[in-house]
């Protein structure tokens, strides 16, 4: 499980500083990434300028051409990307698929987009005139990824702006090289010409840094923490670069008190514990109406104790590792926080887990959950990444829904409840980007705008048209085939009592 990068079309090895690839359910080593830095970065975006010009020039149906050859060849390695993502970063095998999945249904539809890349028609102020915008490549996108969607969220960020005729140089996480490797392997399978994208492997510092900073580089697309959105930001701002960057999230699921709650259990459960709660969706607090509080948790309870922990790669596991043992520190420095600090009373979990010997070196830690949490508290403020959830009481919807948005992010947030009107009136008054009815915090779609409000990002979304917004310039065009001068504002006819 080698990982290369990809410059210019040619492969290139680690070397001798190789990073290691390690597998978090068991703590060995799978395989070595190349520790790029500046020298990479370079050559990698040299390569996407070379090649932008031809590409921006092939017309969008044909590229378009490649990301549907690209949605076969990964469906077709499917389970090789898979078998990939779990080595890497630990999720189960039902969620690595999943993963690939996004990126097969990612490709699809923006290779949809290829013949349609909208822009506006619309009618002038002034008589033989035509007003119309053109969507254009923004140039060289730089891309930073991190190692919880390997392989979706490098097509999420990859695909629109490869549609729209951009040029890219991934920068990939570390922990997770072998899977970028592979997709871009998928990429040269499905036809893409050298240099289109170019991926370059190495740290935030060493590798992401140049490339936010590069001066060829017009556009740069993150997801990472809300300190690395930051950091990114600063160092993106003085060349004023298209900046889209998704950082955490605190998100809530609120139970009212008709719900039906094995329902909302289930939807618990998934959305706190789906890939170890390390998603920047991941349902971190439950806001649960003061009648139904006890019942639930005690179905939570029974539920979180119930999942089987394990190397995501066989078959009964639900719940894998944290990625990293610094990843289970700062869940155990959570937990302790919980306990001694915020005084809220740990109800399930707590602790490392041990599933098997086969996993004995792995960052493993039990589902946990919290109760009688206050909002105030640091695990109900602070984004956690782990598989951590906190009950909270509340008396009523609005209580819920001042909880709900007293936090710095804004991701997703979700209400579970059989009343329309209360759903309804909660999809309204939740500040975030992303809301579901009926379901727990997680299950983006690709074809729908993805981000939030607040510390969650800097206002833009990716996947949907969003994407295509972010990787285009719009250039508006006026179409004047009057045969003289028409003055827009000043010639324009006006009602004849107007005096001007
Ligand atoms: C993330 O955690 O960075 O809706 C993205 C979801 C996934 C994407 C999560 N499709 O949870």
């Not at 051409?65 to 990307?81: Q, S």
């Not at 089987?308 to 302790?336: N, Q, T």
């Not at 949490?373 to 509340?394: H, K, S, Y």
């Not at 936090?407 to 980007?433: C, E």
Request: glycine share 10%; hydrophobic share 40%; with cysteine.
């Amino acid at each position: 499980m080698d990982a290369r990068h990809w410059i210019g079309g040619e492969w290139i090895d680690a070397g001798a500083d190789a990073l290691p690839l390690i597998d978090p359910a068991t703590g060995r080593t799978v395989g070595r990434a190349p520790r790029g830095g500046a020298a990479e970065v370079d050559a990698a975006v040299e390569a996407a300028r070379r090649a932008l010009e031809p590409w921006a020039a092939t017309p969008a149906p044909r590229r378009a051409e490649v990301l549907l050859r690209l949605a076969r060849v990964l469906a077709e390695r499917k389970d090789e990307l898979a078998h990939a993502v779990t080595h890497e970063m630990g999720k189960v095998r039902l969620e690595a698929r999943g993963d690939v999945q996004e990126a097969i249904d990612m490709a699809a539809y923006m290779a949809g987009e290829g013949r349609r890349l909208y822009g506006h028609t619309t009618p002038s102020e002034l008589p033989d005139k035509l007003c119309f915008t053109l969507r254009e490549p923004v140039g060289v996108c730089g891309l930073i990824t991190p190692w919880n969607f390997p392989v979706a969220i490098p097509a999420w960020k990859s695909l629109p702006a490869l549609v729209c005729g951009n040029t890219v140089v991934l920068k990939a996480s570390e922990e997770t090289g072998y899977s970028a490797t592979l997709y871009a392997r998928c990429l040269e399978e499905a036809g893409l010409p050298p240099g289109v994208l170019n991926l370059v492997h190495g740290t935030g510092e060493e590798a992401g840094d140049p490339l936010v900073r590069h001066p060829h580089v017009p556009a740069i697309s993150l997801t990472g923490s809300l300190a690395t959105g930051q950091t990114v930001a600063r160092h993106a701002a003085p060349q004023l670069k298209r900046l889209h960057v998704e950082l955490g999230g605190k998100n809530a699921i609120l139970v009212l008190a008709d719900a039906d709650l094995d329902f909302a259990a289930q939807a618990i459960l998934w959305s706190a514990f789906g890939t170890s709660g390390q998603r920047c969706t991941a349902a971190s607090r439950i806001l649960v109406e003061a009648p139904v509080y006890e019942a639930l948790a005690a179905r939570l309870v029974a539920g979180a104790r119930r999942l089987r922990l394990g190397h995501g790669w066989s078959d009964a596991v639900e719940v894998g590792p944290l990625v990293r043992p610094a990843a289970r520190e700062k869940v155990e420095r959570y937990v302790r926080i919980g306990v001694e600090e915020d005084g809220a009373r740990l109800l399930t979990g707590g602790r490392r887990a041990h599933p098997s010997p086969e996993t004995a070196g792995g960052w493993f830690f039990e589902p946990t959950i919290f109760g009688e949490a206050r909002p105030d508290m640091r695990i109900a403020q602070e984004e956690i990444f782990g598989p951590v959830t906190a009950l909270l009481r509340v008396r009523d919807l609005d209580e819920a829904l001042a909880v709900h948005n007293g936090t710095p992010f804004g991701l997703s947030g979700a209400v579970i409840t059989r009343d329309l009107a209360r759903a309804m009136k909660a999809m309204r008054a939740m500040k975030a980007g992303i809301v579901y009815l009926h379901n727990g915090t997680i299950g983006a779609e690709v074809h729908l705008p993805f981000g939030g409000v607040k510390g969650t990002g800097n206002g833009h979304r990716e996947a949907g048209i969003a994407g295509i917004d972010f990787y285009s310039e719009l250039k508006t065009v006026y179409v004047d085939y009057s045969g003289g001068l028409q003055r827009a504002q000043i010639d324009t006819p006006r009602d004849p009592d107007d005096p001007r």
